[in-house]
C-alpha cells in the first residue's frame, strides 16, 4: 500500500500524560500536513510542512504541541501533558509541490484517534 | 475556526435517489475540495473545483461553484448504499500552493436500500 499511513491507529492515554503519533506520507509528496478533528466536526488545520521546514503552525497547536519532520519523510506530532480536551483524531495528509490538480490535492490518512481519560 | 457551514447537516434518501448537498465559504478562494469520510476513518478525496470554474463532473458526482455568492454544490447521482458517509468541503483561501484547507462541518449522508 502506498498510501498515507499513520501509527497507532488508536491511542488510549491518562490525563497528563505525553503522548507521539507518526505519519508516513506519499514517498515522492514533498509537503506534509496535521488536521484534528473532533467528534461531528470538519478537521481543522494544525501544521505543515514543505520538506523538514515547518511552515506554519496554527493557533490551535499550543506550546504543548510539537511537530518534527526530520529528514523530510516521515513526521511525529508529540502532544506533552495531554488534556481531556485533546481528545479527537489527528489527521496527516500528504500531496507533491507545485500546482494542478494532481499536486493539490492532498491525500489523507486514517488517521489517529485519541481518547485521554 | 470553520470556513464555512453546509447544508444540510444530515440527509437520509432511498438507494437511487439523487442527493445534494450545499456549502457555504467567507473569504475568496483558489479551489474548493469535496471529501468523503466513512464513520471514524479518513477522508478520501472526491472531487477538486478551481475558482475560475464553474462546473465539474467525475462519474456520478457533479460540482457546481458561484464565487458571487461563494457557495458551492456537491450532486450524487443514483445513489447506492455505499454512499453512506459525511461529505466535507474544503476551502483553500490562502497562499497559492501553501494549501492549508479549511473544511465545513460536513453533511452526513445516510442511504437507505
Known amino acids: 500500500d502506498t498510501g498515507v499511513s499513520q501509527n497507532p491507529r488508536h491511542k488510549i492515554t491518562k490525563r497528563g500524560q505525553n503522548v507521539t503519533f507518526r505519519c508516513d506520507p506519499i514517498?515522492?509528496?514533498?509537503?506534509l500536513y496535521w488536521y484534528r478533528q473532533t467528534l461531528g466536526q470538519g478537521p481543522e488545520f494544525l501544521t505543515y510542512?514543505?520538506?523538514?521546514?515547518?511552515?506554519?503552525k496554527s493557533r490551535l497547536l499550543s506550546d504543548r504541541f510539537s511537530a518534527e519532520r526530520p529528514k523530510g519523510s516521515f513526521s511525529t506530532l508529540e502532544i506533552q501533558r495531554t488534556e481531556q480536551g485533546d481528545s479527537a483524531m489527528y489527521l496527516c495528509?500528504?500531496?507533491?509541490?507545485?500546482?494542478?490538480?494532481?499536486?493539490?490535492?492532498?491525500?489523507f490518512g486514517p488517521g489517529t484517534r485519541l481518547t485521554v481519560l | 475556526s470553520q470556513q464555512g457551514e453546509e447544508d444540510p447537516q444530515a440527509l437520509s434518501i432511498q438507494e437511487g435517489e439523487n442527493a445534494t448537498m450545499n456549502c457555504s465559504y467567507k473569504?475568496?478562494?483558489?479551489?474548493l475540495q469535496w471529501y468523503r469520510q466513512n464513520s471514524g476513518r479518513g477522508l478520501v478525496h472526491l472531487i477538486l473545483?478551481?475558482?475560475?470554474?464553474r462546473e465539474k463532473h467525475s462519474g456520478r458526482l457533479r460540482v457546481t461553484l458561484d464565487t458571487s455568492k461563494k457557495s458551492s454544490s456537491l450532486l450524487i447521482t443514483a445513489s447506492r448504499a455505499a454512499d453512506t458517509a459525511s461529505y466535507f468541503c474544503?476551502?483553500?483561501?490562502?497562499?497559492?500552493?501553501?494549501?492549508?484547507?479549511?473544511f465545513g462541518q460536513g453533511t452526513r449522508l445516510t442511504i437507505n436500500p
Open positions: 474544503a476551502t483553500d483561501a490562502g497562499i497559492q500552493g501553501a494549501q492549508k484547507l479549511v
Open positions: 495528509a500528504s500531496r507533491p509541490d507545485g500546482w494542478g490538480f494532481y499536486t493539490d490535492t492532498q491525500y
Open positions: 514517498s515522492e509528496h514533498n509537503r
Open positions: 473545483i478551481r475558482s475560475n470554474e
Open positions: 473569504t475568496s478562494i483558489n479551489n
Open positions: 510542512f514543505q520538506n523538514e521546514a515547518q511552515l506554519e
